[in-house]
């Protein structure tokens, strides 16, 4: 099939125009033109978070536009103060005259598909909505609305090479996605590869990944959009100064030059009171917790409380619906639920509807969950994710919000190979319980540092940085992919299908057993042309995705059939009471949940 379009790209023009006309842009331009602090920067006198947002925003424009020639960005700003706004029309100007495509990437498939809404909802032009694509294992090929015959030989050929190179003006993938097209030397990364030249990327949260190869990250991130000419902005809320671990200093551009003015504003600072009192006595017990929540509670309250293993949330869980003092709905999500399950689950509490509340959950709930709370409890675990446990808790500054930290389950073999699990690292010492209310998370990330670049940097066998130097030098592609991977093979896994009847939020019915026929049809089909089998696989693996749990890697497990390693359990439904996976009784048909 001949192809002459991969070259398109971005109208930002009608993005610009679209975006100035919006409710957001007016009201920013607005305060711009009326109250903005350009001299002598004191934020004393605003007591309105959007204000406060709106000086934010404008502060990073400015910076950016003095820097327009540079490659990388560091956009550090604190949860809750319009980061994807600001990133979004900085990612517009720095597009110019010359950008050719636009990428956001996310650290999970929630964020991407959370994000995907808040942009369809900016622009409401479906010509501009469909430029917008997500690109991720979850999401079905998108087809051109110009393609309007399915029986054309173009119609399927075309959407999947648009897929395979990434034709499309602007993206919405993962950091694992992202890594593998820049890193990867599959025949499938290298399709887009490309497609990075010339193209501006907004990275977020990127610190959420290993740790241990930091450094290779922001250096192959330098280089690459030198040679490339990518512009690249790297933003979250505990953004560590990776430029430290390089040799090459002063080649990132800060665009909040004084990021001590918003995340020590009180708006932001005092968003969240916090409490240690219960790492008083270092463990506690389950009991403590719940006497604690029992005696702390108040009406239209909303509760989350986060533990670090399934096994304590699901613990916990059944304590407070069984308990005869908890009079609030109870919920539980883990990484053991389905996209499905979920939704249910999150929805109303986006929406509002729920206001008695605990919500217990794992770490799942710290990114890509869009929630409001009043009170936290949260085992402590890594600094970085105290901070984004508490971006959860009076996430709209409108009222007191409480967090308190305690320490059931150990974190150190959860993170076996992170620099941060030492305990020096963690809440039980006064000086990390001080970085994080004071939000001087330099501090903690210069001590961070110092073990990398001991551990890491200066060292001499494979795990050393010299090593890395060495598979570049020799065009080892093979060896340079492994070790910019962001997540290791899972070998100790599989995933289940549970077949169910499910009513999506769209009034959607969806049959498990059916979707599962489907894919098998599909798969088994040695008729079919081969890039029609690939949208037509896509489209039902993205329906097979609300059926589908991970489970320990386990060959006595009892089940209906199999594709692969894909295992299915036709009668999914006797293994759920009240909507709600009973993982005991799974776990007597052999099927064992995996405990992080």
């Not at 103060?81 to 650290?107: C, D, R, V, W």
């Not at 001590?447 to 050393?464: I, P, S, Y």
């Amino acid at each position: 099939m001949k192809k002459d379009d991969f070259a398109d790209g971005l109208s930002i023009a009608e993005y610009e125009e679209s975006y100035k006309n919006s409710d957001i842009s007016k009201s920013i331009r607005n305060y711009e033109h009326t109250k903005y602090i350009e001299k002598d920067k004191h934020l004393e006198s605003i007591t309105d978070m959007n204000e406060l947002r709106s000086e934010l925003f404008l502060d990073a424009e400015k910076e950016l536009n003095k820097h327009l020639d540079n490659e990388l960005f560091f956009l550090e700003a604190p949860t809750g103060s319009g980061k994807s706004n600001t990133a979004l029309q900085l990612s517009f100007h720095l597009m110019g005259e010359h950008g050719k495509k636009l990428f956001y990437i996310y650290p999970f498939n929630t964020l991407v598909e959370q994000n995907m809404k808040t942009l369809s909802e900016l622009f409401k032009d479906k010509k501009l909505q469909d430029q917008i694509v997500v690109v991720n294992s979850l999401t079905p090929i998108t087809v051109k609305e110009n393609i309007k015959n399915e029986d054309s030989t173009n119609y399927y050929q075309e959407a999947l090479l648009d897929r395979q190179f990434l034709n499309y003006p602007m993206i919405l993938s993962t950091h694992v996605s992202f890594f593998n097209v820049l890193f990867g030397s599959k025949k499938e990364d290298i399709f887009g590869f490309y497609q990075l030249t010339d193209s501006v990327i907004v990275l977020d949260e990127i610190q959420s990944y290993r740790n241990y190869i930091w450094t290779e990250i922001i250096t192959m991130l330098k280089y690459c959009a030198s040679l490339m000419g990518m512009k690249i902005i790297i933003m979250s809320a505990t953004l560590p100064n990776l430029e430290v671990l390089t040799d090459e200093k002063n080649q990132v551009v800060h665009l909040m030059q004084n990021r001590n003015l918003y995340f020590e504003h009180p708006i932001f600072k005092n968003r969240v009171k916090i409490s240690y009192e219960l790492l008083e006595d270092d463990k506690i017990t389950y009991e403590k917790l719940l006497q604690h929540i029992i005696e702390n509670k108040e009406k239209q309250q909303k509760i989350l409380v986060e533990f670090i293993k399934k096994d304590s949330a699901y613990t916990f869980y059944q304590m407070l619906i069984e308990s005869k003092e908890i009079e609030y709905d109870v919920k539980c999500i883990t990484g053991d639920d389905s996209i499905y399950e979920r939704e249910k689950i999150l929805n109303p509490i986006k929406s509002g509807e729920m206001k008695d509340l605990i919500l217990v959950a794992t770490q799942v709930i710290e990114a890509g969950v869009d929630i409001d709370m009043d009170v936290g409890y949260k085992n402590v675990s890594l600094l970085d994710s105290e901070e984004q446990f508490l971006g959860r808790i009076n996430r709209s500054c409108k009222r007191k919000g409480k967090a308190y930290f305690f320490y059931i389950d150990s974190w150190e073999k959860i993170y076996q190979k992170d620099f941060r699990k030492n305990r020096e690292f963690t809440l039980c010492e006064r000086n990390m319980q001080q970085i994080l209310e004071n939000k001087h998370f330099y501090d903690y990330y210069n001590q961070v540092f110092k073990l990398l670049r001991k551990n890491l940097n200066e060292n001499t066998d494979g795990k050393g940085i010299e090593d890395f130097w060495n598979n570049i030098n020799k065009l080892n592609f093979s060896e340079i992919a492994k070790r910019m991977q962001l997540i290791d093979d899972n070998s100790w896994s599989m995933d289940i299908v549970l077949c169910r009847r499910l009513e999506l939020e769209d009034g959607t019915v969806l049959d498990g057993e059916e979707v599962w026929n489907e894919y098998k049809n599909i798969l088994e089909d040695s008729d079919m042309e081969y890039a029609k089998k690939q949208i037509k696989l896509s489209v039902a693996r993205s329906n097979l995705k609300y059926f589908t749990y991970r489970i320990k890697k386990n060959s006595d497990l009892i089940y209906n059939d199999i594709l692969g390693e894909l295992r299915c359990i036709y009668d999914g439904e006797q293994y759920f009471e009240n909507g709600k996976l009973n993982k005991k009784l799974l776990e007597q048909s052999g099927g064992l949940f995996i405990d992080i």
